[in-house]
């Protein structure tokens, strides 16, 4: 299993202030993808970037992907309570007649308003 | 409106009885799979489906069964539920592989 790891395990920040988690992998993707969770509830998606994209924004959201460095992060700006959730990464990987998207433990992030 | 289903959301069982927990999905979507969420481990995949009557392992099948005889439904059996399958279990669904999860709201399954 190449499961994604993201970095830090919680953040703690103020509205307003702007929220960076970070993910790692161990080999190569087809693609990696962002969702977030409300407490216990399904996981919603976020922002997918391809294995040749660099950087892609969504409203107040920005993810790079790092390739040579097996890394991506997701930027979430101008942070707002409700943005309150645990965020996952999943990286899709496809090999060897099998495909899998696999997650990570997921950062959990709560904005103090 | 455009969902994944599932159910039941809460389930209390006993070690040994079967059980079923059903996924439909009505967006015609390809792929389907199963996850489970515990405290510190993140989501596991148990099973997924490219298709129909195509199903392979995930990360962690033991234990549980799957088939996929229509495009809609993806039931998940435990055949012989034990305390270590006490989690909460996520169905999702997607056009194809590669693109973005829709997910159920979950089942959260405890037996004792």
């Known amino acids: 299993s190449q499961q994604g790891e993201e970095d830090p395990q919680a953040l703690s920040i103020q509205e307003g202030e702007n929220a960076t988690m970070n993910c790692s992998y161990k080999?190569?993707?087809?693609?990696l993808q962002w969702y977030r969770q409300n407490s216990g509830r399904g996981l919603v998606h976020l922002i997918l970037i391809r294995s040749n994209e660099r950087e892609k924004h969504s409203g107040r959201l920005r993810v790079t992907l790092d390739t040579s460095k097996k890394s991506s992060s997701l930027l979430i700006t101008a942070s707002r309570a409700a943005d309150t959730a645990s965020y996952f990464c999943a990286t899709a990987y496809s090999g060897a007649g099998s495909y899998q998207l696999t997650f990570g433990k997921g950062t959990k992030l709560s904005v103090i308003p | 409106e455009a969902q994944v289903t599932q159910n039941p959301r809460y389930l209390i069982t006993v070690t040994g009885k079967k059980l079923t927990v059903t996924c439909s999905q009505n967006?015609?979507?390809?792929?389907m799979s199963w996850y489970r969420q515990d405290p510190g481990l993140g989501l596991r995949q148990i099973y997924y489906?490219?298709?129909?009557?195509?199903?392979d392992k995930g990360d962690v099948p033991e234990g549980y069964k799957v088939s996929r005889k229509e495009k809609r439904n993806f039931p998940l059996i435990l055949e012989s539920p034990s305390p270590n399958q006490t989690s909460l279990y996520f169905c999702?669904?997607?056009?194809?592989?590669?693109?973005?999860?829709?997910f159920g709201n979950g089942t959260r399954l405890t037996v004792t």
């Open positions: 967006m015609n979507h390809e792929y």
């Open positions: 489906s490219m298709n129909v009557e195509v199903t």
């Open positions: 080999t190569s993707i087809n693609n």
């Open positions: 999702a669904s997607s056009p194809y592989q590669f693109s973005p999860l829709h």
